[in-house]
C-alpha cells in the first residue's frame, strides 16, 4: 500500500480555488508532519505548506502565506492533510506533493531533505 497519496488537483482558471487531499496511511505516529511542496516545469520542488501532527502548528511560503490553508484530520496512525488554495494565480501552477517528516514538533521542516515520505504528486494547472 503507497503510505502517501494525494488527490484533488486540476485545470482552473486564475481567482479560482482548489482543495487538494493527502491520505497518510500508517506513517502519521509521534511527532510528526505532513507537508505540501510544489514543483513547476523546469524549477526545483519548493516547500508550500507544513503542519504538525500533534499540535497543529502550521508554516506556510510567503508566496502562498494568505491564500492557502492547511489542514489535518487524524485517526491513530493514519491522517489526511488538506491544502485549501484560494486566488489561485498561474503562477501556482505545479505538480504538488504531500510529504510526511518525523521531526521534532519545534523543528520548521521546510526543505525537501527534512521529508522522508513522499506522494506521487498531483497536477494543478491555473490558466490566465
Known amino acids: 500500500q503507497v503510505p502517501l497519496v494525494e488527490s484533488g488537483g486540476g485545470l482552473v482558471q486564475a481567482g479560482d480555488s482548489l482543495k487538494l487531499s493527502c491520505a497518510a496511511s500508517?506513517?502519521?505516529?509521534?511527532?510528526?508532519?505532513m507537508g505540501w511542496f510544489r514543483q513547476a516545469p523546469g524549477k526545483e520542488r519548493e516547500f508550500v505548506a507544513g503542519i504538525s501532527g500533534r499540535l497543529k502548528t502550521t508554516y506556510y511560503a510567503d508566496s502562498v502565506e494568505g491564500r492557502f490553508t492547511i489542514s489535518i484530520a487524524r485517526q491513530n496512525v493514519d491522517s489526511t492533510s488538506y491544502l485549501q488554495m484560494n486566488g489561485l494565480k498561474p503562477e501556482d501552477t505545479a505538480v504538488y506533493y504531500c510529504a510526511v517528516t518525523h521531526r521534532p514538533d519545534w523543528y520548521s521542516a521546510r526543505g525537501r531533505g527534512d521529508y522522508s515520505y513522499w506522494g506521487e504528486g498531483t497536477q494543478v494547472t491555473v490558466s490566465s
Open positions: 500508517k506513517i502519521t505516529f509521534g511527532d510528526f508532519k
